[in-house]
């Protein structure tokens, strides 16, 4: 369809952005590239690296995977048709994507355990609020291939170490185990969740009614203080587990206190996807209000049997970044570099680019201002420098090489001043 056609008068049109959307730009943008960076840095150490998958999807990807009867599929996805009648969805969350990636390249085939790190936005219906967008982004880890629960141990390692690096203070994190799909383990415990909450059917509130049948398990993490207080006493799931999965989550458990990693064992987490198993565990921090968590994850060791391919365990999680940024400190200004001040535009430019040949930060006021205005600018912009090119200069071939922070001023050639400066 033409532009046209859609809109007749393209010019008086209002711009709006679409609601639950964010443009980011400035400070915000500054602070995201930085923990990204730094996830970069401290995931590598631990073997991970970069994963980039699309942001459509198969809608069935999501459907099957996470779950129809989860909030995420049932009410969340963003779908859409492509020009040949199929339905796409715009990614709600990362694991799935990255599991359909190891099938789609066949990587499980190469290597006996895989580990992956992504970043990227996440599509969402939600209803928008602070630090809660239907376009968020996230950080996400999987690792597969190992079942023991020392890969686990390494998540909340290197979620330690990366919280430590960014210097966030206050984040805790909660576990629990919920158990795998033997008869005698998470069946048995939803049977037993079950009758339970039968009991109580009438005084849960209406979507936990609705979840008894379809999701009972996201009864156990409902918010509303009705809820919270009729599942006080209602089973664990921590123990109700099988042999082994007891086992698993004990020797974790051994594995973090001696590590010294601190946690709390929040019976009534669950997570809410359908392809968890065994443990799960969120990241919490109480300087995030409402929104309280910053970041969540587990294993899902029944996924890829799940779309019907070879099983390998895998455990992993996912960090919202919009919170991170919401809880970080303000990083340090950008400091550095020059600022070429004059009126003789050929001169100016010539020098800023030759400065920034050079590898080095350099700025200069485009509209070629009053010499104090720009005095002014090379101070507020943070450089160390300033280059000045006033008459004088012009006419000797020379360029005044101000220190910002000293005050002190040297005339020199455009050499000296370059050598100068990437020496500093
Ligand atoms: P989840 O797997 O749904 O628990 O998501 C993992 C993390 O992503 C959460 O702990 C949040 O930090 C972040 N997150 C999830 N949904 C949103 C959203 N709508 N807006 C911002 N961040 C979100």
Not at 306 to 319: H, I, K, Q, R
Not at 356 to 362: K, N, P, S, T, W
Request: charged share 20%; proline share 4%.
């Amino acid at each position: 369809m033409l532009l046209n056609a859609i809109n007749p008068t393209p010019l008086a049109m209002q711009l709006k952005i679409v609601k639950g959307m964010r443009d980011l730009y400035g400070e915000e943008v500054r602070v995201f590239s930085y923990l990204e960076e730094k996830a970069r840095e401290i995931f590598s150490l631990y073997g991970f690296s970069e994963i980039r998958t699309p942001l459509l999807e198969h809608t069935e990807l999501f459907a099957k995977g996470v779950g129809e009867e989860t909030d995420i599929v049932g009410k969340e996805m963003y779908l859409l048709e492509d020009r040949n009648g199929k339905s796409l969805a715009l990614r709600p969350e990362g694991t799935a994507s990255v599991v359909r990636g190891l099938v789609t390249n066949n990587l499980l085939k190469q290597s006996r355990q895989l580990r992956f790190f992504y970043f990227g936005p996440m599509f969402r219906y939600e209803r928008p609020q602070k630090g809660r967008y239907r376009q968020f982004y996230q950080i996400g880890v999987e690792c597969f291939g190992v079942e023991g629960p020392e890969a686990d141990l390494e998540m909340f390692l290197m979620l330690r170490q990366y919280f430590a690096a960014i210097q966030l203070q206050g984040v805790a994190f909660q576990i629990n185990s919920i158990g795998c799909q033997e008869a005698a383990c998470r069946p048995a415990f939803k049977t037993k969740l079950i009758h339970f909450l039968e009991q109580q059917k009438e005084e849960l509130c209406a979507d936990c009614q609705r979840r008894l049948s379809n999701n009972p398990l996201r009864v156990l993490d409902c918010k509303q203080p009705g809820c919270i207080a009729l599942t006080a006493q209602a089973p664990q799931s921590h123990q109700h587990l099988c042999g082994r999965c007891k086992d698993h989550f004990a020797t974790l458990q051994n594995l973090l206190d001696q590590e010294g990693v601190q946690y709390e064992l929040n019976p009534k987490l669950v997570r809410g996807l359908d392809y968890y198993s065994k443990t799960v565990f969120e990241v919490y921090s109480a300087n995030l209000g409402a929104q309280s968590a910053a970041g969540g994850g587990g294993r899902f060791d029944g996924l890829l049997e799940l779309y019907g391919s070879a099983a390998a365990p895998a455990v992993g999680f996912a960090l919202g970044l919009d919170r991170l940024a919401l809880l970080s400190e303000p990083l340090a200004p950008v400091n550095g570099g020059a600022f070429v001040i004059g009126f003789e535009s050929q001169a100016v430019v010539s020098l800023v680019a030759k400065v920034r040949q050079a590898g080095i930060l350099c700025e200069y006021d485009p509209f070629f201002s009053s010499m104090k205005s720009q005095f002014k600018q090379a101070g507020k912009s943070g450089a160390r420098w300033a280059l000045v090119l006033g008459e004088e200069e012009i006419q000797t071939g020379q360029v005044a090489l101000k220190d910002l922070d000293q005050g002190t001023q040297t005339s020199v050639t455009p050499e000296i001043a370059l050598e100068k400066l990437q020496e500093n």
